[in-house]
Structure formats: structure tokens, C-alpha cells
């Protein structure tokens, strides 16, 4: 496909298709070309069998032409265009409560979107644990947190959204069993994407990779990454043992969500444990933001 940078609506009013399944196939890791492909099988596939997939159960709605297509409803139109199906319709509502016919209401809907563009909720930019996101439905999703959890944990305890989102995370990772790595389908998946990416190495088992952080003056830092039987993606860096006490109590204050510990040995490690969602590029992403934050502040302990 030429333009890559178009949008998942615009590819699939190009190609007919449904928006929202384009996607869900996407967002499993389908390239678009794959992704639109298997789609228009779908499609073909419904229309051979007399299947209509976009018809509403909303009553009064049949098939509308808009720019030269035809929409099964005003729901795929909607869909086509990127449209929030309840703001084009609380949008149509309001226009033929001021005179408009259902037609035009709904025409003047559409066209409004595809001049002046999709109108997109303004985003807040939060972070958590030291790691930035775009929006809170962004944080909210890589941390494997439901909007309505947080919200009604914020409501009943009178708290910001990064508190609610810390409290629920603690509540979590409370049970942690570290040290006992679990195979699972995901961690299997994760697993060979991040192997794929750098020069990382399997442990014998399969179970964990190890890695090193190299660093100015020849300094190397040995560190794990494996699934906890708690279902979180663990990272454990190891070789810190020029922190003393006193640097570990003041770390573990300043970076909420990363724990350093001095372990039984006296050797001293750091830990984050990351929440995984099961959709790999997703997960991947996450990764790496987890691992370049860490990196930062390991890198910066050797030159305070």
C-alpha cells in the first residue's frame, strides 16, 4: 500500500471495508496489507452469504448515500468516516430538533465530519510510575487497568487519577512471587518479539532472557526479564552494589514503582514489574518505554 500514513478509516472507505474490524486486525499484529486483505474476505464473504454487518437496530434507518458510496445505514456511514456513533447522533438529534429533516440532519452530519475532520477528545497527558503517556485511556490500557475501576476508586476515595491508578497497581503486584518464572501463551509470544529486537539471550529453560546494559568506563549491568506467576512482565537488573542503604531508601522515594532492593546476598538489584495486556505490539511498546526509563536512571546513578 503507497500511503501508510493514511488513516484505518480512510483505508477502509478506499476499500469498503469495516473500519472498526481493520483495526482489530491491526491492532493483533496484521500488517495492513494483511489486514485489509482478510477484511475484504470477510466482506466478500457476507455478501455471498446475504449478511449485511453494518444494519442498525435503530428504527427508521435504511441505506444512505453519501460522496458518491453507499451506506447500509447511517451507523456505517458513521463507522466509514471515523465518526462516535452516539456524538453523530446525539449531533443528527439536535439538528432535527431545530428543523432538520432526518435526511438532511443526517447529511449535514456527515459532511461536517469529512470537511472539517474527525472532532477528537482532548487528551491529558499523565505519568505513572516515571513513565509518560499521551492520555489516561492510554495509560489506563498499557497498565492492564479498567477507566471504570479508576474512576470509581477516584470518586470513593476522593483521589487524582495518578493516585487511583497507583493504588489500584499496588493492589495488584501485592501477591508477586519473584524468581519463579511462568510459561504462559503471552509470555511465549512477548517473548520471542523482544528476543527479536536486540541481542538478547534465552535461558537454557526458555523462561527468561538476559541481557547487559553497557555503560561509559567499561561498566556493565546484567539483567533478567521474565513472566511472574502474577502475570506481569518483570525486569531485574542486577550489579548496583555501590549504592548504599541510605541511596536505596532515597531511590525507592524518589521512583515510584521501582524497587531497589538489597537482596539476601547483599547484592544490590532493581526491579519494575510490568502489567501485560496480551496484544503483542502493544506489549512490545510498553517495553521499551519501561527499558529506556530504567536505563535513564541507571545511567544517571553513575554520574551523580
Known amino acids: 500500500m503507497e500511503n501508510t500514513t493514511k488513516s484505518a478509516a480512510q483505508i477502509a472507505r478506499e476499500h469498503n471495508i ?9 491492532k493483533k499484529g496484521m500488517s495492513i496489507e494483511d489486514a485489509v486483505k482478510e477484511c475484504i474476505n470477510i466482506r466478500d464473504a457476507r455478501t455471498a452469504s446475504g449478511s449485511t454487518p453494518h444494519k442498525s437496530s435503530r428504527s427508521g434507518q435504511g441505506e444512505i448515500e453519501f ?20 456524538s453523530a447522533y446525539t449531533k443528527r438529534k439536535r439538528l432535527m430538533d431545530d428543523g432538520y429533516s432526518l435526511e438532511s440532519a443526517s447529511r ?10 474527525v472532532q477528537r477528545r482532548k487528551r491529558t497527558p499523565v505519568m505513572i510510575h516515571g513513565i509518560s503517556y ?6 489506563a490500557g498499557a497498565l492492564g487497568l479498567a477507566m ?12 487524582s487519577f495518578e493516585e487511583a491508578v497507583r493504588v489500584l497497581l ?18 511465549t509470544e ?19 532472557i538476559t541481557a547487559t546494559i553497557s555503560l561509559p568506563g567499561d561498566i556493565a549491568i546484567h539483567y533478567t526479564i521474565f513472566m511472574t506467576v502474577s502475570g506481569f512482565l518483570s525486569f531485574h537488573f542486577q550489579n548496583l552494589e555501590f549504592l548504599t ?6 531511590l525507592n522515594s524518589r521512583y515510584i514503582g521501582v524497587k531497589f532492593l538489597r537482596e539476601a546476598d547483599n547484592t544490590v538489584s532493581v526491579r519494575y514489574d510490568m502489567p501485560v495486556m496480551g496484544r503483542v505490539q502493544s506489549d512490545l511498546a510498553q517495553f521499551f518505554k519501561i527499558r529506556n526509563f530504567i536505563f535513564n536512571i541507571i545511567s544517571s546513578l553513575y554520574h551523580e
Open 18 to 26: 469495516s473500519p472498526q474490524l481493520l483495526r482489530n486486525r491491526i
Open 67 to 86: 460522496s458518491g458510496e453507499t451506506y447500509a445505514s447511517f451507523s456505517a456511514a458513521c463507522q466509514a468516516l471515523g465518526l462516535r456513533e452516539s
Open 108 to 117: 449535514a452530519v456527515l459532511e461536517e465530519a469529512a470537511t472539517c475532520g
Open 134 to 139: 499521551d492520555s489516561q485511556l492510554e495509560a
Open 148 to 159: 471504570g475501576s479508576i474512576n470509581a476508586r477516584r470518586t470513593r476515595d476522593k483521589l
Open 170 to 187: 499496588e493492589a495488584k503486584t501485592s501477591d508477586y512471587i519473584y524468581g519463579i518464572p511462568c510459561t504462559t501463551h503471552s509470555w
Open 190 to 208: 512477548l517473548r520471542d518479539a523482544i528476543s527479536g529486537t536486540q541481542d538478547y539471550q534465552l535461558s537454557e529453560d526458555g523462561n527468561k
Open 245 to 250: 542503604d541510605y541511596d536505596v531508601n532515597e
